[in-house]
């Protein structure tokens, strides 16, 4: 015996990226297909009334208008992600709805940065979430009560879902349908889409927010920037500080004080940044990037790249490296 659709909503607001809308909704739809029933009815929700520009301009027109057209029960409730989530205010029609509605539903979350109308609603606080990896320190900040993973592709706790940037929102489109319609099912969308059925590594492969940046006073960031550009030479406190022409406990004081992480931290995460140039732009083997780099094997190297960058450089190389030419 089939079972009664399931009512799923996005929201979109103005400004919404249409990925974090579209992609979910197309996953869901999909299932329809595999399932060989409609398991889900589909529903974009909007604040008011007229179409919804999205960040790409195109508009969208919504089937429901928020806190007007709701009676019924709603299953799945997700907010979609726009580049002005970070600057809504603590109160308003949405925020009030969401608050209202979102614990009703089976299961509510977010698609990348629709995680601050939740949070602003205060839906997540003491919950783990994630959010698009440009902006999570930007809801840690605001949001202190949300514990943030800041590399996850896509988060569950208890009824809560949440999905890093874009793209993930499709990733937590197919859990969902693999919670409810099982394994099978799922797996055949994603064959139908072309997508991974599980998404290796998290999201700080994408990200650029690791890389070392110059910092401190003048003479500091000139040495930063001598050691980006000399990633290979000896970078030990001893031998920064003797550039600079302190002890190396001074230098080392100094250098936490003003950048904020330790003189050895900072080295690694500028010689993973010039590994990672190198396995995007070039052939050379993981022990000549190593040697180029100032580490001293590729064992290291691999340590080091995992630690910042969430997966090993081979995997890295095959997913951003250059098309052999």
């Not at 008011?48 to 195109?58: D, Q």
């Not at 002890?247 to 992480?261: D, K, M, T, W």
Request: charge should be positive; include cysteine.
């Amino acid at each position: 015996m089939k079972e009664t659709a399931r009512t799923v909503v996005l929201v979109a607001l103005p400004g919404v990226q249409l990925l974090d809308v579209s992609g979910p909704l197309d996953v869901f739809a999909e299932a329809n297909v595999q399932a060989g029933y409609a398991a889900y009815r589909l529903f974009v929700a909007a604040g008011e009334p007229g179409p919804v520009r999205s960040s790409s301009g195109v508009r969208l027109m919504a089937d429901r208008i928020i806190d007007r057209d709701f009676d019924e029960a709603i299953d799945t409730l997700l907010v979609a992600g726009c580049p002005n989530a970070a600057e809504v205010p603590a109160e308003g029609v949405v925020v009030d709805w969401l608050r209202r509605r979102a614990p009703t539903a089976r299961r509510f979350g977010s698609v990348c940065s629709g995680a601050f109308f939740l949070a602003a609603a205060g839906l997540l606080d003491g919950r783990r979430v994630t959010t698009h990896w440009a902006v999570a320190d930007a809801l840690a900040q605001k949001f202190p009560f949300v514990i943030v993973d800041q590399d996850a592709i896509h988060v569950r706790d208890g009824q809560l879902r949440t999905a890093a940037g874009v793209t993930a929102g499709l990733d937590l489109a197919l859990a969902l349908v693999e919670e409810d319609l099982g394994r099978e099912i799922a797996m055949r969308v994603a064959s139908q889409l072309v997508m991974f059925f599980k998404r290796p590594g998290g999201q700080m492969q994408f990200s650029r927010k690791g890389e070392a940046v110059p910092g401190g006073r003048a003479a500091l960031q000139e040495l930063q920037r001598w050691v980006a550009a000399n990633p290979a030479l000896d970078h030990s406190v001893a031998s920064l500080a003797k550039r600079m022409d302190l002890s190396p406990r001074h230098f080392a004081r100094l250098f936490r004080n003003e950048v904020g992480i330790t003189p050895a931290t900072w080295v690694e995460a500028a010689r993973v940044s010039v590994a990672r140039h190198l396995l995007e732009q070039g052939h050379e083997a993981p022990k000549q990037v190593a040697a180029l780099c100032g580490f001293a094997d590729a064992d290291t190297l691999r340590r080091a790249f995992a630690r910042h960058i969430g997966v090993t450089p081979a995997e890295y190389r095959k997913r951003f490296g250059r098309i052999a030419e």
